[in-house]
């Protein structure tokens, strides 16, 4: 297998700035009792589910209607034709492991709806076609023009790259050739222009990464340097909305529409790591930085105001209330994958895997077939998952994720191998001209044991990430003698060797039940803590506790984490004691009330702490991730 | 003085089921330090500065420019109109103490602009004229035109009863007639539509109960009768924003933009009083008790939503995050002073009360200048007050509610005159066809001492407010001598006898430091307490406390009250002690941290809390009314 021929799920082989190659998705597989079910239920639920969706919602009337084969109204928001293009390239992805035949023919029943609707100078947006044509490029600042390009040029590149399939590639082309002869400097005689959301930029950059075509690069940049200057004024929200108040490397912190900044994170990125600009790459670690020790909650969850779909201000992070976009979170990881392509620091593999399990995947039913938009860390049972929404960005974007993910999981650079995420499997990853295989064994992440066997001689470096959330130190070892290594939580520990076929690495990460606080300025969180586990928040579901959840304090003290087979399709779950109190009666009457006598300890009861991706997934009741501390439980 | 003659603020004179007349603002005089510097601030300071404002924003020149003597383009946004109504209003009710002539020169430039303005039909909206005049009617759901227009009817009506001055309402009377002859029944070829945000409904029937004509009562009652039924569909926010989801007799709760909502329920109000209408009373009755069970802040504020400026689900009320607009305060005790005048129930005076000092009176900085839109119950030290808006319906609501504050205070029913406010001052009380003239005495809120003199020998029942707040009973005297009755906090006591001249009742309300907590489903709130004293919410400002206010923990005992003459012009503070405890470090580079061990008590120190209507006078500081308990330090 011909590793420089594999695709990436973000092409950064030629990028001057790219410091850890990701490995192929197509050179990993990904198996196990976690993940494997997953992706088969993304391939088998998931996507045909979506399909029929988009044509039931008559997003993809819509482009027929373009070409003349539907006489249906156009329907739905102005942004749906986005929806279509996700959804080909989470079908894309979906087929790393090999070709999925249902996933193919809907893919060939889309591409020529698609293609058909491209107006002759290579336009294509079908609401801003036919009755409204006289609307092209008239209002970027709203109507998500460029955004639905960005789309439609990753689908095109995911397909071509996967799949061998140019035919969405070549509508792509023509496309960015149209919004490239549009778009530019004032003096140019061009649209000095940038549209409301990014998304156009990644999507420029992959095209010319796909085409070798540098132009829609410099069209990108053009995108990028024209933002920050005020030309989107006038909107409801204010231009730090849309990342426009000011130049990116003036910014102190992301604000504004949060899946907007990341896509904006994501696309400087592309452009930092293609072009090795080492200031770019820093104002991003900076800005990174700030928004994990300000404004993300603990799940890596981001955005949390529901005005603007937005950023709060620092230490803005209500739980109920909590907005935290399933796509926001996904940008995240996007954005988390390029840093980490660009430095090899563990903290952007940390934060992937994080928000991965605990930002990502709670906006995906168990079922495969529902979905969260809003991620509240707490709820009072009113919450749901959908099939669908009217605005239905995030569905798409959890397929695509998913299908992407085993190109997520390892890396490689000069004489070095990295394993950045533990899932069982098997990868091909290059060294030198040639390839190494590891076959990674595990039941992570309910388990921290992982064996890692070397099938192809060679010497390198094997670099393995020791997770932040480690404490009380890892164990390794080399076929059966242990290793000391410098292994520092948040970093990747470095064994190089000369490594024989057969060898067999160990590691075993410490999966002791962690309870957190949080920063004493995130006021609605003192005095209460959240468990995780490995990489795996927890939350408390009502329906699996002694008492309401509102009479429940938790010990941080004496948790025990038990597989359960039966519960939620088998998870760990977390068991410890609780202090429950049964408030005063009065309440059905009042909203407030004097406050009674302090009524020290409560009754000790038992509670069940379940992962935070799993919630709602046993009809809807009460969750909450942050619980009081039961104070004087604890020694 | 004839009683009858003399103008209520809200004019229930002839209302069928009204119980207990409010008295005449003309006939009660406020005095003592407490309030009457802070109506002379209003007259003085508060009124002149905004019509300052609503000159330098162009919101008088919106209206010379339809009358062609101005050719400055249109600003501001589309309803600021009522702004100028509004401040109108305000400046006639700041008058029933006696003429203030730099006002009455103002009110006498303002008026002709607005009359000039009136198109011949009657129609008057500055925004729908000239180049707009063909979007007269055009978009009710969001234009808010008849909004406008009730500002308008308020205005006038108080203009009129308050100097006489009948100019404004011959405009208003037009206007009336206008949009009765548009709208109606269907069936009479009328325009079968509602406004978006309820207004018109109250103006219409104070225009009816100052004219005498009963069609603007009926016009009303149609606005009243078509809401509930959809007619407002496809906004942004859905119906129930509109509350026009479902007809207000089939209402389980408030919903949607709160000052709306109150508004409505005040429009609904009028009309059951005017009609007798039992059911609507009573389905009020369960709406409000609704809303101060599941929907309030502590500080009677409500609408706890920044989206949509709405009331929330149960129990959705964030301390930091509250919106809490001061309109809706204001909204909110409109609607107590109706329910009052249809009950006699001193719960709506204790709500009325509450939330004059601790929902309204906040949206109201100290120097009579600025003025908050949102009132947060927990603040990081970034809000400050505005000295104006561009939606600027605060500054002048709070205006005209504080110049027709002495029309709250006192009620007479037959054969009984109420004491509903308790502020030094003098009142004349209609009693049979004469009048009995009551004295009062007292340094109420900061004091619970009540003195009130009976000027004017006859038989009647005095009933004097026992609040809610108070507990452990509260002590009667009348010339010296102990009464016992029945003083239920919550209910008015009644004391009838035949009263000479001279006479004085002493009440003492017990003025204790009272320590709130929150219903238990309000998790937020879980393990904090709040405090407050008499009719004064308090809140913690970090400039006075010895430690970040995120380090402190209160002790709810042996709290001392004690009036600070230096401190924000004179103000009682709580002083008390709290438990303080320095977070490990580590914080500046992490969001969430494990979780510390349980550290026991903390240091002891001392806290000061101030009223929370003075925060934000001293600079901009950290703020929190809520405040974890010192559960280690209590007995």
């Given at each position: 297998?011909n590793?420089?021929?594999?695709?990436?799920?973000?092409d950064?082989s030629a990028?001057?700035?790219a410091?850890?190659?990701p490995v192929s998705?197509?050179?990993?597989?990904?198996?196990g009792r976690?993940?494997a079910?997953r992706?088969?239920?993304?391939?088998e639920?998931s996507?045909?589910?979506?399909h029929?969706?988009?044509e039931?919602?008559?997003?993809?009337?819509?482009?027929?209607r373009?070409?003349?084969?539907s006489?249906?109204?156009?329907?739905?928001?102005?942004?749906n034709d986005?929806?279509?293009y996700k959804?080909?390239?989470?079908?894309?992805w979906?087929?790393?492991?090999g070709?999925v035949?249902?996933l193919?023919?809907?893919?060939?029943?889309t591409?020529?709806v698609?293609?058909?609707?491209?107006?002759p100078?290579?336009y294509?947006?079908?609401?801003h076609s036919l009755?409204?044509a006289?609307?092209?490029?008239?209002n970027l600042r709203?109507?998500h023009?460029l955004?639905c390009?960005g789309?439609l040029m990753?689908?095109?590149?995911?397909?071509?790259?996967?799949c061998g399939d140019?035919r969405l590639?070549?509508?792509?082309c023509r496309?960015?050739?149209l919004?490239?002869?549009?778009?530019?400097p004032a003096?140019?005689?061009?649209l000095?222009m940038?549209?409301g959301?990014?998304e156009v930029e990644?999507?420029?950059?992959e095209?010319?990464?796909?085409?070798?075509?540098?132009?829609?690069?410099?069209l990108a940049?053009f995108?990028i340097e024209?933002?920050?200057?005020?030309?989107?004024h006038?909107?409801r929200?204010?231009i730090?909305?849309?990342?426009?108040?000011q130049?990116?490397?003036a910014?102190?912190s992301?604000?504004?529409?949060a899946?907007?900044a990341v896509y904006m994170?994501?696309?400087?990125?592309?452009?930092a790591l293609d072009?090795?600009?080492?200031?770019?790459?820093a104002?991003?670690e900076?800005l990174?930085?700030?928004?994990?020790r300000r404004?993300m909650?603990?799940?890596g969850?981001?955005?949390?105001r529901?005005?603007g779909e937005a950023f709060?201000?620092d230490?803005?992070?209500p739980?109920a209330?909590?907005?935290?976009e399933t796509c926001?979170?996904i940008?995240?990881?996007m954005?988390?994958h390029?840093?980490?392509a660009?430095t090899?620091?563990?903290?952007?593999?940390?934060?992937?895997?994080?928000?991965?399990?605990?930002?990502?995947l709670?906006?995906?039913?168990q079922?495969?077939?529902r979905?969260f938009y809003?991620n509240?860390?707490?709820?009072?049972?009113?919450h749901v998952?959908?099939?669908?929404y009217?605005?239905?960005c995030c569905?798409p974007?959890v397929a695509?994720?998913?299908?992407a993910l085993?190109g997520?999981a390892?890396g490689?650079?000069e004489g070095?191998?990295?394993v950045?995420l533990?899932?069982?499997g098997?990868a091909?990853l290059?060294l030198?001209?040639g390839?190494?295989e590891l076959?990674?064994?595990?039941?992570?992440?309910?388990?921290?044991?992982?064996a890692i066997?070397v099938?192809t001689?060679?010497?390198f470096?094997?670099?393995?990430?020791v997770?932040?959330w480690?404490r009380?130190?890892v164990?390794?070892?080399?076929?059966?003698?242990?290793?000391e290594?410098?292994?520092?939580?948040?970093s990747?520990l470095?064994?190089e060797?000369d490594w024989q076929a057969g060898d067999i690495?160990r590691?075993?990460?410490p999966?002791?039940?962690?309870?957190?606080?949080?920063h004493?300025q995130l006021?609605?969180?003192?005095?209460?803590?959240?468990?995780?586990r490995g990489p795996?928040l927890?939350?408390l579901?009502?329906?699996?506790?002694?008492?309401?959840?509102?009479e429940l304090?938790?010990?941080?003290?004496g948790?025990?984490a038990v597989?359960?087979?039966?519960t939620l399709?088998?998870?760990?779950?977390?068991?410890g004691?609780?202090?429950?109190?049964?408030?005063?009666?009065g309440w059905e009457?009042?909203l407030?009330?004097p406050?009674?006598?302090?009524?020290?300890?409560?009754?000790?009861?038992?509670f069940?702490?379940?992962?935070y991706?799993?919630?709602?997934?046993r009809?809807a009741?009460?969750?909450?991730v942050?619980?009081p501390r039961a104070?004087?439980?604890t020694?």
């Amino acid at each position: 297998m011909n590793q420089d021929k594999l695709p990436q799920v973000v092409d950064v082989s030629a990028s001057r700035g790219a410091r850890v190659q990701p490995v192929s998705p197509m050179a990993v597989s990904l198996a196990g009792r976690f993940w494997a079910p997953r992706l088969q239920r993304n391939r088998e639920v998931s996507l045909p589910t979506q399909h029929a969706l988009l044509e039931s919602t008559g997003r993809l009337d819509n482009f027929r209607r373009v070409a003349g084969t539907s006489d249906a109204p156009y329907t739905g928001l102005f942004f749906n034709d986005s929806d279509i293009y996700k959804w080909l390239e989470a079908a894309a992805w979906a087929q790393v492991s090999g070709p999925v035949p249902e996933l193919q023919a809907l893919i060939d029943q889309t591409i020529p709806v698609v293609e058909a609707a491209q107006q002759p100078d290579g336009y294509l947006n079908t609401y801003h076609s036919l009755e409204r044509a006289d609307t092209r490029w008239s209002n970027l600042r709203d109507l998500h023009e460029l955004y639905c390009a960005g789309h439609l040029m990753q689908a095109a590149v995911a397909l071509n790259r996967v799949c061998g399939d140019a035919r969405l590639l070549k509508v792509a082309c023509r496309f960015a050739d149209l919004i490239d002869e549009v778009f530019g400097p004032a003096e140019a005689g061009k649209l000095f222009m940038i549209d409301g959301h990014e998304e156009v930029e990644m999507g420029l950059i992959e095209l010319a990464r796909e085409t070798g075509e540098d132009r829609y690069r410099r069209l990108a940049r053009f995108f990028i340097e024209a933002r920050g200057r005020g030309l989107l004024h006038g909107g409801r929200f204010g231009i730090d909305y849309f990342q426009d108040e000011q130049p990116f490397m003036a910014m102190t912190s992301l604000a504004g529409h949060a899946v907007r900044a990341v896509y904006m994170a994501c696309g400087i990125a592309d452009l930092a790591l293609d072009e090795g600009d080492a200031a770019a790459l820093a104002q991003l670690e900076r800005l990174w930085t700030e928004m994990t020790r300000r404004r993300m909650y603990l799940s890596g969850g981001i955005g949390s105001r529901h005005e603007g779909e937005a950023f709060g201000k620092d230490f803005e992070l209500p739980n109920a209330r909590a907005y935290t976009e399933t796509c926001a979170a996904i940008g995240s990881m996007m954005w988390c994958h390029r840093m980490l392509a660009a430095t090899g620091d563990a903290r952007y593999a940390d934060l992937l895997e994080w928000t991965l399990y605990n930002g990502m995947l709670p906006g995906w039913g168990q079922d495969g077939r529902r979905y969260f938009y809003v991620n509240p860390l707490e709820d009072d049972g009113t919450h749901v998952r959908q099939s669908w929404y009217e605005c239905s960005c995030c569905p798409p974007n959890v397929a695509r994720t998913l299908g992407a993910l085993p190109g997520y999981a390892y890396g490689s650079s000069e004489g070095a191998l990295w394993v950045h995420l533990y899932i069982e499997g098997r990868a091909t990853l290059p060294l030198g001209g040639g390839s190494v295989e590891l076959i990674q064994r595990t039941d992570y992440p309910w388990d921290g044991a992982i064996a890692i066997e070397v099938g192809t001689p060679g010497r390198f470096a094997l670099k393995l990430r020791v997770p932040g959330w480690c404490r009380g130190g890892v164990a390794l070892s080399v076929n059966g003698e242990v290793v000391e290594v410098s292994a520092e939580p948040g970093s990747y520990l470095s064994l190089e060797r000369d490594w024989q076929a057969g060898d067999i690495v160990r590691l075993a990460l410490p999966m002791a039940v962690t309870p957190w606080q949080s920063h004493p300025q995130l006021h609605e969180n003192r005095g209460r803590i959240a468990l995780s586990r490995g990489p795996l928040l927890y939350c408390l579901e009502a329906q699996d506790q002694p008492r309401p959840l509102q009479e429940l304090a938790i010990d941080p003290a004496g948790i025990e984490a038990v597989f359960e087979a039966a519960t939620l399709g088998g998870v760990v779950v977390l068991r410890g004691q609780a202090s429950a109190r049964a408030p005063a009666p009065g309440w059905e009457q009042a909203l407030y009330l004097p406050a009674e006598p302090d009524p020290g300890a409560g009754e000790r009861v038992a509670f069940t702490a379940v992962p935070y991706f799993a919630w709602q997934n046993r009809g809807a009741a009460p969750m909450s991730v942050w619980m009081p501390r039961a104070h004087a439980m604890t020694p």
